[in-house]
């Protein structure tokens, strides 16, 4: 039952005109007003911040904010993968043979989120992470290692809500909205893909490296409100690092993973 009225909730108020106008809102220079609160409420440390706070146009340019290079060192280790972004880790775990891995008690097909039967096969029986950036995250996206991207591409039209509520009452957001899917390959033939999963009924990801060469730590992308990142990993390529738990929370560069 609370199932059916959330998404029934959701579907009312995600309409073009709703996410016009939160657009707007958050874009406009009377926004910048609200920054101080915004951060207050969200304990962000303006001491990480490369600008000055009175500097932001708005609260989108906020929200999109760059942090000082020194606040977020890179593990320089060859085998190591790092967080691609500060967030709480959602969920990990392995991939079944199905290709079927579960968010928040529900199942979720590898085909359903990445549309491509032909990608699937190679990442059955892998393993994969979720990551929940919260309001209160830096929202730039980093590459999690050195690698060249072999494919690209965007799926899903509407964007729906990707917090507590949004993943366990849901429409399965995690493979249903807007998403930009990268997939990179590294060293001896291996594959990892990055699902970032827009959010918040605007379609907001914005890349920044169009190169086919990723360095790890390197800027890619950020969001433009809240969101999802996924990564998928081959069979019996990683081991997940000791600090990778359910609800802990990881910053960009940080090692998540370590190649076998």
Known sequence: MKEKVYQ???ELTNGKYS??????????????NLIGRYSKVYEIDHTEVSREINSFTSLQDFFTRQLKEEVRPVN???????????????????????AIFTVKGKPYTLLDLLGNEQVINKYKNGKYIVF???PANYHRIHSPIDGTVIRQYILGNKSYPVNQLGLTYGKKPISKNYRMISELQFPENKHVTLVKVGAMFVNSITLTNVSTS?????????????STVVMLFEEDIITFAENIKKGHNVKMGEPIAIML
Do not use: N, Q
């Not at 996410?19 to 910048?32: D, E, H, N, R």
């Not at 060859?78 to 972004?85: E, G, N």
């Not at 990723?214 to 409100?225: D, R, S």
């Open 8 to 10: 029934s909730l959701i």
């Open 214 to 226: 990723w360095k790890k730590g390197e800027e890619i992308g950020f969001f433009g409100f809240g």
């Open 132 to 134: 929940y950036l919260s």
């Open 76 to 98: 320089p280790a060859k085998d190591i993968f790092v967080s691609p972004v500060d967030a709480k880790i959602e969920s990990f775990g392995r991939i079944d043979e199905d």
């Open 19 to 32: 996410s016009f106008l939160l657009k707007k809102l958050v874009t406009s220079p009377i926004s910048k």
